[in-house]
């Protein structure tokens, strides 16, 4: 179908793309062949390149891939936040199938938190909240980067999309980490799952310093970065350790000392 105006806002075309809301000039009719061949199977199964292209940025080049999304270089980057929310649902979803599986396969492998009555109200206050809880530590690192780099001049929402995508890449790497569990499905020796569970923990935390440099390595020379790196682990901490009793208070209104363990 040759249109010279855009079907969706009318907009005379001028490309292959509408200027005014983004539309494909070469929208046609819907026949039953297009219907089946582009609008079922190629929405069924067409995966998002800018996700692709997101988080291969988020796992080499976090801290330049951030300095490229705040310069303007945008239109190949997937929504980083909506990208976040996906992944928190995807990893909740693969605890929730591991434990599906470890009852079948075996009861001992399963996730099973042993906990007393305010244990329980801190497990289902993270279970309702827990997309929150997640989504939440990045305006606090954000915070953090913000008082401490401060030689880059970003102002406190690009430090937002900096620790934005940090906690993207942070996420991915977890599901990585979880996917390793699987392997208990498949007979891989438990040693080999315990070294793969150090060797993630590290990884998160060596991330996280290659984000920062890759971003603040031109800023800053290699003392001068190590030195705020460290103030910054340390006022992560102890946020971290402030944000526990908060949430903990908030789940079991100030009353009991929650008792959980979790067997595997």
């Known amino acids: 179908m040759d249109n010279s105006n855009c079907l969706n806002c009318g907009l005379e075309l001028s490309g292959k793309f509408c200027s005014g809301c983004g539309q494909k000039a070469d929208t046609q009719r819907i026949s039953f062949k297009r219907f089946i061949s582009h ?11 800018g996700m692709l292209f997101t988080a291969k940025q988020a796992l080499i080049r976090p801290g330049q891939a951030a300095l490229d999304y705040i310069s303007g270089k945008r239109v190949r980057f997937y929504n980083i936040f909506y990208f976040i929310l996906l992944l ?32 329980r109200k801190l497990n289902q206050f993270l279970l309702k909240y827990s997309k929150l809880l997640i989504f939440s530590f990045a305006p606090i690192m954000a915070l953090n980067s913000y008082l401490i780099f401060r030689r880059k001049k970003f102002n406190y929402s690009e430090h937002f999309i900096l620790n934005g995508i940090l906690l993207l890449g942070t996420l991915i790497l977890t599901v990585f980490f979880i996917l390793i569990y699987y392997l208990e499905f498949a007979g891989l020796p438990p040693i080999v799952i315990d070294q793969g569970y150090v060797f993630i923990s590290l990884l998160f935390i060596l991330y996280i310093i290659f984000g920062y440099y890759n971003a603040f390595r031109r800023d800053y020379s290699l003392f001068g970065f190590s030195l705020r790196m460290l103030l910054f682990i340390i006022l992560c901490n102890i946020e971290f350790v402030l944000f526990l009793i908060l949430v903990f208070g908030m789940a079991t209104g100030w009353k009991g000392n929650a008792d959980i363990e979790y067997s595997f």
Do not use: W
Not at 39 to 49: Q, V, Y
């Open 39 to 49: 609008d079922i199977l190629h929405g069924t199964f067409h995966f998002e390149k």
């Open 88 to 119: 928190i649902g995807l990893i909740i979803f693969l605890i929730h199938y591991y434990n599906v599986l470890a009852l079948q396969y075996n009861p001992e492998m399963a996730i099973t938190p042993n906990m007393d009555d305010a244990g």
